[in-house]
């Protein structure tokens, strides 16, 4: 487990301190579709393909044309855990995979809504996918996307205003799939602060597969999922910045590979959801000291790398 933490901090730290200017043979990061014409609501997938390598931390900058609204970010079977959280606000990431690896997933889906007529597209910069196993950069190329919007429709959902006295608003929406909502099932949402103390705050998804947890503090949460004594999905994200609102999607269905998630057939090895098991603590604590020590732990990990 020790190395694990280590490992965390490192591939974080080299996400943040080192976005990619230069793309070595390796990943393609890519949305699909990347074109077509639409004029009612239309989804589109951020992949990354490894082609043939192995990886587990990615990031990028995601920008939406104005012509377009983002209803919904359902994340996808990547599975990372994000320091920075993608959402309809902002799109943009930075997300680690914690105990495993991927050659090739799907970051989020973008439900999407046309509100105007004419060109859209959506870019994506300072991208950068890193190798399992060394955290090297692989990323090889970016795929943007471009579309004709041929119809226009009104949406009413608003741009989340600028925070206020540093709390937050987060609206977890969880899906079985594409169609169909996940009522009542107990989400849980815990905080670990930097000095490690632990809150926790739970509701029941209403009708529609949502619930609302109100007057955040900036910082790391774990949102888990239940049916009763069962694990649903596990997701760890970062909430804070400039907006108050957070909002995003998780789909059960995406969740059969996520390595956070390990069903026992002890029954005292089952984690009820009152608990959290300190391994989960001190990976949080990792990366929530992260921005303090990520410039030492890069110069040791380059000075063991070049001894």
Known sequence: MRKVLIAIVILSSLILLCPSSAYAAGAVMQLDPHSGDYGTEFTTQLRVVGQGVSFNAAAATVVV?????????????????????????????????????????????????????????????????????????????????????????????????????????????????????????????????????????????????????NNLSAGLYQIQVWNQEQELAQVLVTIGGDTSQFMFTIDLSQQTTNPLLKPSTDPTDIEPQTKWSWWRYAVVAAVAGMLATAATTVLMFHFKRTR
């Not at 007529?117 to 190798?131: E, F, N």
């Not at 739970?202 to 619930?211: D, K, M, P, Y």
């Open 65 to 213: 044309s104005p012509t377009l609204r983002i209803k919904e970010v359902i994340y996808g079977d990547c599975n990372f855990s994000f320091l920075k959280t993608p959402t309809t606000n902002n799109p943009s990431f930075s997300g680690v995979i914690l105990s495993g690896s991927e050659d090739s997933c799907s970051v989020y889906t973008l439900r999407l809504v046309p509100i105007k007529k004419g060109s859209a597209a959506i870019t994506v910069t300072d991208a950068s996918v890193k190798q399992f196993g060394d955290a090297a950069e692989i990323l090889q190329s970016v795929k943007n996307a471009e579309f004709t919007l041929t119809g226009e429709v009104v949406f009413d959902v608003q741009p989340a205003a600028s925070a206020d006295a540093d709390t937050y608003t987060t609206v977890v929406n969880v899906i079985h799939d594409a169609q169909t909502p996940a009522s009542d099932v107990k989400v849980t949402l815990v905080a670990v602060t930097n000095a490690g103390t632990v809150s926790q705050q739970s509701a029941t998804t209403n009708q529609l597969g949502q619930v609302t947890f």
